[in-house]
């Protein structure tokens, strides 16, 4: 078996647009530590908020300019929330955007450490098959367009 579990869980939401241009995905990640619970996989919840589209409805551009926000909520930990343009690079090679850390881990492994304050830091691994298809969704998700005079 993989180091990383990806098979998605059921449950509500599971794989689907859930608002105009949000996307969320359930998946299954591994926090790496060195405790007795060490290669436990765990549910990942990524969800995706289109910030473009909401500006420009709003008349204004989103916080990140371009594209929108990428959420990763784990069970117990917490949810941090990124640029998608800094889960896309740190696929690639290692990046570090405030308090999240991302990088390659071979060829089909990445590795996110998110940074609390209070608390250290959680790191945790994903089965980057995973986390491209949460990117592609994330680019395919159309905001529906309500033409201007129209009413319903």
């Known amino acids: 078996m993989s180091a990383i579990e990806q098979e998605q869980e059921p449950g509500p939401g599971h794989g689907r647009d859930v608002s105009g241009a949000s996307v969320e995905q359930y998946a299954r ?3 790496v530590t060195d405790s007795p619970d060490a290669g436990r996989a765990v549910p990942v919840i990524l969800r995706y ?6 500006g420009a ?11 929108g926000l990428v959420r990763v909520t784990l ?3 917490g ?4 640029p998608r343009e800094l889960l896309e690079r740190g696929l690639r090679g290692p990046v570090t955007g405030g308090d999240i850390r991302i990088w390659p881990c071979g060829r089909v492994q990445a590795v996110i ?3 609390r304050h209070t ?8 089965d980057v098959k995973a986390l491209i298809r949460f990117l592609r969704r994330t680019y395919t998700a159309v905001a529906p367009v309500t033409p201007q ?3 319903r």
């Not at 949810?79 to 990124?82: I, K």
């Not at 608390?119 to 994903?126: D, E, K, L, P, R």
């Open 149 to 151: 005079g129209v009413t």
């Open 79 to 82: 949810e941090w929330v990124f």
């Open 29 to 31: 990640a591994r926090i």
């Open 75 to 77: 069970p117990d930990r």
């Open 119 to 126: 608390n250290g830091a959680t790191v945790v691994q994903f």
């Open 49 to 54: 908020e289109d910030r473009s589209a909401q």
């Open 57 to 67: 409805q709003d008349g204004r551009s989103g916080p990140d300019g371009e594209g």
């Open 113 to 115: 450490e998110f940074h």
